[in-house]
């Protein structure tokens, strides 16, 4: 009796195992994207918040912004950032995210002081590591399918 409760535990782990695993799982595509077991990764996060520039022309302020667009493209283009957009107006001060494709925060506190918006202190930003699905950068082939205007 002894040895077959032995039996079933084992029958009931093994099939427990067997359950996790998932059948579509792609090891050359997790590899590619850096996925770890579970099919994340760490990213960067930056919020973005009103900084402590606001006295500013509405030209010099259209420039800043200009530059901030042309940072952004270019960072995407770079394969850099993942996620970037604006929030609706809130009480908190927050303007936008990005989320950078890139762990070392020392690495994107130099990408991000290419952009004017933050040099210049109208934006500042909050940057902290971040765990997210390692699949989130291929969105990106796709939303290049589906924009009319670039912004």
């Known amino acids: 009796m002894k ?3 032995f039996f079933l535990t084992g029958i009931v782990l093994l099939f427990g195992k067997l359950s996790a695993q998932n059948a579509r799982y792609d090891s050359t595509l997790a590899k590619r994207l850096s996925a770890d077991d579970y099919g994340m990764r760490i990213y960067t996060f930056v919020l973005l918040k009103s900084g ?3 006295n500013l022309s509405k030209e010099l302020t259209d420039s800043i912004f200009r ?4 940072n952004i493209n270019q960072l995407e283009k770079e394969g850099q950032l993942i996620i970037a957009g604006p ?9 936008g995210l990005f989320v950078i494709n890139e762990t ?3 690495k994107v506190k130099e990408m ?3 952009d004017p918006a933050i040099s210049s202190g109208v934006l500042d930003a909050e940057i902290i ?7 989130i950068p291929i969105y990106l082939d796709f939303h290049s399918k589906i924009w009319k205007e670039m912004p």
């Not at 590591?129 to 699949?135: I, V």
Request: charged share 20%; net charge neutral; no cysteine.
């Open 52 to 54: 402590k520039v606001n």
């Open 87 to 95: 929030f609706g107006k809130n009480e908190y001060g927050y303007r």
């Open 112 to 114: 991000l002081n290419a």
């Open 129 to 135: 590591n971040w765990y997210g699905s390692a699949a």
């Open 3 to 5: 040895h077959f409760i």
């Open 104 to 106: 070392d925060i020392s």
């Open 67 to 70: 530059g901030h667009m042309d």
